[in-house]
Every structure is written in structure tokens, then in C-alpha cells.
């Protein structure tokens, strides 16, 4: 029961469920929540849709673009762009079409490179960047990629908050200047997720989690030798930041597509390719470890692992904050 509350309670946030370059005038496919979704454009713009045919359960995404309306491959029944069933051939241009030929329509918009939808009514607007990133000149903002991952969106957000693992896993990359100890750091609950901070002693991790899986990576180079935010050549300098952007988009219960933006204060005149070097291999180490999770679905009910107080503080919050969102659709 608690897993089909926590899903009524995701359906009411929004969602990136594609890049905005792959929703062209084709119909393409995507999956939010465990539903298929058909997506396309159109001249009024963005269109999301059911992907299955009310008449005979087609996948409407098979289909095409016919007089500006979506077209089952199957049998030729129209679909105008508010879901419902405008023109069948069997019928003529003069039948009767029966009221309940129509199918759901979802909420969608294109914003930051991403499309993204909400099922239900949103209880909140997209998360905001730290530092009104995508609004200033004096932020360079880039969607570094996607990638699709055999667990949950919990267990991806979860190993994204927690840097105990950094040299382990992402030894020469991410690691901690100071080592493996955990030295105390505080969490601050919001109305909208976490914050907490920690100083490595050349980097300032600065994290804020909007519930249910966004997490902003602030890293402030704070040692007046310098340091390096990300995996750029060279050392930056003190006031530079870097910060790596995380939303995990729940494809299913136990699959989740991943979006990841990269933004930064320097290096304007690095290539966005080059200064994203090194991405793709993190999240590979990552990708690893996080599928031989058992099980799949991040546990919400804390005795059923083990947890250090300290340490494994921002996901004993993290986890309570995910019990509370799905209480609200009880």
C-alpha cells in the first residue's frame, strides 16, 4: 500500500521524461511512473497523450502526424491534441464517434533543455537553480546527458547526496581532500527538501535537495591554493564554483532516466565538452554499485538497513522527508 501512495504522491510533481531536442513532430514514446506516454509537436506545441489506443490498446506512438492529428497505426482513428478521437475511418466523415473515445491527456512543458510532465496537478513549480543560474550572465548553465539506470529514483538521489562513498567509487575524480573520516556537518529540513554543507578542506560542498528527486552539488573552491571544482585541467581559484545538477525521473519503480546539468562561475572559454570530461566515467562508477543495490527500491522504513548517525545523516532525513510525502496521498 505505501509503495502505491508513494506513487500517487509523484504524480503530482513535475517530471523530465526527455531532452527537448528528442520531441520533435514524430510521436515518441516515454515513460513516467510506469505509464507510456506518447509526446510530440505540434503546431500549437508540446502534446503528451496516453500512449494506447482506447479502441484496440495500440500503442499510439507507432502511429504518425495525420492533418495535425495523432493517427493509430492500427485501424486509422484520429486523436486531436486535447486526447480525444476526432475522425474514424470506418465511420466516415459523418459518424457518430462515442464519447468515451478519448484518452488522458498530461500536463507538459519545455524548460532547461528538458520536456517534462506532472500526471496530476502539481502541489510545485520546477525546482530553482542556487544561484538563478539559467537567468545570469554571469552563470554558463549545460545539460551534460541522460542516462537510464535498473534501480529506483530513491536509490539514484540517495547515492547523489552521499559523499561518503566519494573515495571509494570515484577515487582520481570526486574524492574528498581530507580523507575518508566524516567530520560533523548539520542538515537543515526546508519547505521544499534539505541542506547541509561540507568543507573538505578545498572544497565547499553545498547541497540542497527539492523533494522528490532534484539535488543541486555546490562546490566552492575555498583554499587559497586552489582547487578543482570538477574534472577541468589545471587548479581553479579561490570564488570559483562549479555545480553539478541531479534529477532523477522515475521511469518505473525500479528504472530511472537521469538528467545532469552542469553550471559554473569560470572557464567560460572552455568548451562545455571538455569541461564536462570525465562525466560519463563517474556516472558509470556510480551506475554499478547503485544496480547491485538489493533491493532496487530505496527502503523507506529505517530498520530495514543499518545506518550510521553521522555519516549516513542526510539519507536518515532524506528517507523520513519521502515517508512524510507519501503520508499526503493517503
Known amino acids: 500500500m505505501r509503495a502505491q501512495q508513494f506513487d500517487r504522491a509523484l504524480r503530482r510533481y513535475w517530471h523530465p521524461v526527455a531532452t527537448s531536442e528528442e520531441i520533435t513532430a514524430e510521436p515518441k514514446q516515454v515513460r513516467l511512473l510506469g505509464e507510456t506516454i ?64 478519448k484518452v488522458e491527456r498530461y500536463r507538459v512543458r519545455d524548460d532547461h533543455g528538458a520536456v517534462w510532465i506532472a500526471p496530476d496537478e502539481p502541489v510545485a513549480d520546477l525546482p530553482p537553480w542556487p544561484d538563478d543560474d539559467w537567468a545570469s550572465d554571469d552563470w554558463r548553465v549545460f545539460l551534460v546527458g541522460t542516462w537510464r539506470w535498473q534501480s529506483s529514483a530513491g536509490r539514484m538521489l540517495e547515492n547523489a547526496i552521499d559523499f561518503a562513498h ?108 571538455d569541461f564536462g570530461a570525465g562525466f560519463h566515467e563517474v556516472m558509470e562508477q556510480d551506475r554499478i554499485v547503485v544496480e547491485a543495490q538489493d533491493p532496487a527500491e530505496l527502503p523507506l522504513d529505517p530498520r530495514e538497513e543499518l545506518h550510521l548517525k553521522l555519516a549516513d545523516s542526510g539519507s536518515i532525513i532524506y528517507r523520513k522527508l519521502l515517508r512524510e510525502l507519501a503520508s499526503t496521498a493517503a
Not at 246 to 262: H, K, N, V
Open 166 to 273: 566519494f573515495n571509494f567509487v570515484h577515487e582520481g575524480f570526486t574524492e574528498l581532500a581530507d580523507g575518508a573520516f566524516i567530520k560533523p556537518f548539520d542538515v537543515e529540513v526546508t519547505d521544499s527538501g534539505m541542506t547541509y554543507a561540507y568543507d573538505d578542506s578545498v572544497l565547499l560542498r553545498d547541497y540542497t535537495l527539492h523533494l522528490p528527486f532534484t539535488l543541486h552539488d555546490r562546490k566552492s573552491v575555498v583554499s587559497a591554493a586552489g582547487g578543482v571544482t570538477w574534472s577541468e585541467q589545471g587548479e581553479s581559484k579561490a570564488g570559483d564554483i562549479t555545480t553539478i545538477t541531479f534529477i532523477a525521473s522515475p521511469t518505473d519503480r525500479a528504472e530511472t532516466l537521469i538528467f545532469s546539468w552542469l553550471s559554473r562561475n569560470h572557464s567560460f572559454d572552455t568548451p562545455d565538452a
Open 38 to 101: 506518447v509526446v510530440y509537436r505540434d503546431a500549437e506545441g508540446l502534446v503528451a497523450l496516453r500512449d494506447k489506443c482506447v479502441h484496440r490498446g495500440v500503442a499510439l506512438s507507432g502511429g504518425c502526424i495525420r492533418d495535425g492529428r495523432l493517427m493509430c497505426p492500427y485501424h486509422g482513428w484520429q486523436y486531436d491534441r486535447s486526447g480525444k478521437v476526432a475522425f474514424i475511418p470506418a465511420l466516415g466523415s459523418g459518424g457518430a464517434i462515442p464519447s468515451q473515445a
